[in-house]
């Protein structure tokens, strides 16, 4: 199965088929609202004297809390239709990173990222946000392609982060316009974000009106694709899926590795702890990569605050 977004002139069609009990809705959009505050208090409550991460777990919080102030002070009002149209057409995702146009409306949301951070960050980060401020706006999109198209030996990881938090933003202020529908269609290719056509950061098993599903988290532009579990998200087999997690089976946190593909991707279980965030918990549970890797597993998802040097 693969998920797509329909046109909004098709809802009323589509709204019989999603009354019967078992229906599963393929695709969810970020809460702008509380999105930002509930992962810098989670980074916060993450980062104890036990984690040996506490400290960037902390600078994650400040750039995080520092994302929601740019978000209401720099609204985002456009019409997509016209992109949406040409993205049907084109069969890709509407948002896709990788072709979508970009405005300058990413821009000033990163130079009030960085005029927000500029009092409180440590001062070896100074000279980088000074010198993303001094980049002209021709250098600040070379970086921001190369980022989206995961050309990552072209950026410096301390630029990479500011960067990406910015056109993070923008991107899910995009996808909270989208006007239109999910549903799910046989396909391929949903390792990658039906939205943006991103990877994920983590998947996560939900409580609530979701209880038990799992979903992937984009870690662009903050949506959630279902992706049934017992089956590798990266390859769809499910013949050599195995568990592991630092505690103990009741562990709030897992890697599902895949023999078949050798990758692995996080999940977090919302039953286990009602906090969990899909990229705090991520960046707090690095120790649990490292023993994927040792174990000879390769991470198939990407962390916002965690770049590649190549």
């Not at 991460?53 to 994650?60: E, M, Q, R």
């Not at 919080?61 to 740019?70: G, N, R, S, T």
């Not at 706006?137 to 960067?163: C, H, R, T, Y």
Request: aromatic letters at 8%; one cysteine or more.
């Amino acid at each position: 199965m693969s998920i797509r977004i329909i046109p909004k002139e098709q809802l009323g069609k589509e709204r019989v088929n999603e009354r019967g009990a078992g229906f599963i809705p393929p695709l969810l959009f970020a809460n702008l609202n509380t999105l930002y505050q509930h992962r810098a208090e989670r980074l916060r409550s993450l980062a104890t004297k036990d984690n040996p991460f506490s400290s960037y777990l902390n600078f994650a919080a400040e750039i995080v809390q520092a994302q929601q102030k740019a978000l209401y002070d720099n609204p985002l009002n456009v019409e997509l239709d016209e992109i949406f149209l040409h993205s049907r057409q084109e069969n890709r995702a509407p948002l896709d990173c990788k072709t979508l146009p970009r405005t300058l409306h990413w821009q000033n949301i990163l130079h009030s990222l960085i005029a927000e951070l500029q009092p409180t960050v440590p001062g070896h980060v100074k000279p980088t946000l000074e010198n993303l401020a001094k980049n002209s706006e021709q250098e600040l999109e070379e970086i921001a392609s190369a980022l989206l198209n995961s050309e990552f030996s072209k950026v410096s990881p301390d630029q990479a982060v500011f960067v990406w938090a910015a056109l993070s933003v923008y991107w899910t202020q995009m996808a909270s316009l989208i006007p239109g529908k999910a549903r799910a269609e046989y396909g391929d290719h949903r390792q990658f974000c039906p939205v943006c056509g991103s990877m994920p950061v983590t998947s996560v098993v939900q409580i609530g009106t979701s209880q038990g599903l799992r979903y992937l988290h984009c870690h662009l532009c903050e949506s959630e694709w279902h992706v049934v579990r017992i089956k590798c998200s990266n390859c769809e087999q499910t013949r050599d899926l195995n568990y592991w997690s630092l505690e103990s089976e009741q562990a709030a946190i897992k890697a599902e590795s895949c023999g078949d593909c050798g990758s692995y991707l996080k999940i977090l279980y919302q039953e286990k702890d009602p906090n969990v965030d899909a990229v705090a918990d991520d960046l707090a549970s690095l120790i649990l990569d490292a023993k994927m890797e040792e174990e000879g597993f390769a991470r198939s998802s990407l962390n916002p605050f965690l770049f590649p040097n190549e």
